[in-house]
Nanobody, 123 residues
Framework: VQLVESGGGLVQPGGSLRLSCAAS????????MTWARQAPGKGLEWVAG???????YYANSMKGRFTISRDNEKNTTYLQMTSLKPEDTAVYYC??????????????????WGQGTQVTVSS
């Protein structure tokens, strides 16, 4: 299993970014996928998850600003982030659960993680 995030960078408050997670080594189209983040000095925080059929869920603080999606033809999941705030600054990770069908907030349920991509929101 390999998960490779990309798309992070420096953005001003109010700006947007789209993160990508390219997956390989498993049947992506059958698996739920998750985005999580870790801010400086803090623990992992669940951001959003998407089931294989496309049903998506979000942490409350991300609802209306972030959109998770997937392209099963490209084995890629995306996180579109808008109206970014300084408190969104973090390393963002995609993750695959042990069951392959979980995309909720319990971090101990995840088996594979990408290397992360840094998002910095600052003026």
């Amino acid at each position: 299993v390999q998960l490779v995030e990309s798309g992070g960078g420096l953005v001003q408050p109010g700006g947007s970014l789209r993160l990508s997670c390219a997956a390989s080594g498993f049947t992506f189209s059958r698996c739920a996928m998750t985005w999580a983040r870790q801010a400086p000095g803090k623990g992992l925080e669940w951001v959003a998850g998407i089931y294989s059929v496309g049903t998506a869920y979000y942490a409350n603080s991300m609802k209306g600003r972030f959109t998770i999606s997937r392209d099963n033809e490209k084995n890629t999941t995306y996180l579109q982030m808008t109206s970014l705030k300084p408190e969104d600054t973090a390393v963002y990770y995609c993750a695959l659960s042990k069951s392959r069908n979980y995309c909720g907030p319990e971090m101990q349920e995840y088996e594979y993680w990408g290397q992360g991509t840094q998002v910095t929101v600052s003026s």
